[in-house]
C-alpha cells in the first residue's frame, strides 16, 4: 500500500492558513498569527482553552474571545478540523485540516493521529457497498495510552 505523505511541515501549514485568511480579506494580526502558530505545529489537538494559554505567554492582553473567534474563522474556511465531545472541551486540529482517525486517551484526553490510511480505503468499500455518498466521517478509538496502562 502506497505510503500517503500527507504530514506537511507546519511552515508550509501556516502558509497555507495565512494565504487562505487573505484571499478572504482577513486582517492578519499578530495574536491571529501566534493562533495560526499553535494550530499548525501541534500534533496534540488542543482545546481553545490551551491554544489561549499558549498565545497569552507571547501577548498578555489577548483574549479568550478572540482565540474562539480565530479558532470558528479557521473552521469555517476548512484549515482547522474541530472535534466536538459531549463532555469537556472541542479540541482542534490545523495540521491536518480533514478528516482522519483519532486515538483518544480516556485517562490523559491526549488525541493522536495514527500513521493510516486504510480508512480511505474503507470510506470507498462503503460507498461501493451501500451507494451512499460519503461527505465526511468521523472515527475515534478510545483507550488507554502508553503512559496511562
Ligand atoms: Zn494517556
Ligand atoms: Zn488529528
Redesign the pocket.
Known amino acids: 500500500m502506497k505510503k500517503r505523505s500527507d504530514s506537511v511541515p507546519a511552515k508550509q501549514r501556516i502558509d497555507q492558513m495565512l494565504s487562505k485568511l487573505k484571499d478572504h480579506d482577513f486582517r492578519i494580526t499578530p495574536q491571529r498569527l501566534a493562533v495560526l502558530k499553535v494550530l499548525a505545529a501541534s500534533e496534540g489537538?488542543p482545546s481553545v482553552e490551551q491554544i489561549y494559554e499558549q498565545v497569552k505567554r507571547r501577548f498578555p492582553t489577548t483574549s479568550l474571545a478572540t482565540i474562539y473567534k480565530t479558532v470558528t474563522l479557521l473552521k469555517e474556511l476548512n484549515e482547522v478540523?474541530e472535534?466536538g465531545f459531549p463532555e469537556g472541551s472541542n479540541r482542534y486540529?490545523g495540521?491536518?485540516p480533514y478528516p482522519?482517525p483519532?486515538l483518544i486517551c480516556t485517562k490523559c484526553k491526549k488525541?493522536?493521529?495514527p500513521d493510516l490510511n486504510s480508512l480511505e480505503d474503507l470510506a470507498k468499500e462503503v460507498t461501493k457497498e451501500t451507494g451512499f455518498q460519503i461527505t465526511t466521517h468521523r472515527v475515534d478509538f478510545f483507550g488507554l495510552c502508553r503512559e496511562c496502562q
Do not use: K, S
Open positions: 489537538h478540523l472535534l486540529d495540521h491536518r482522519h483519532h488525541i493522536i493521529d
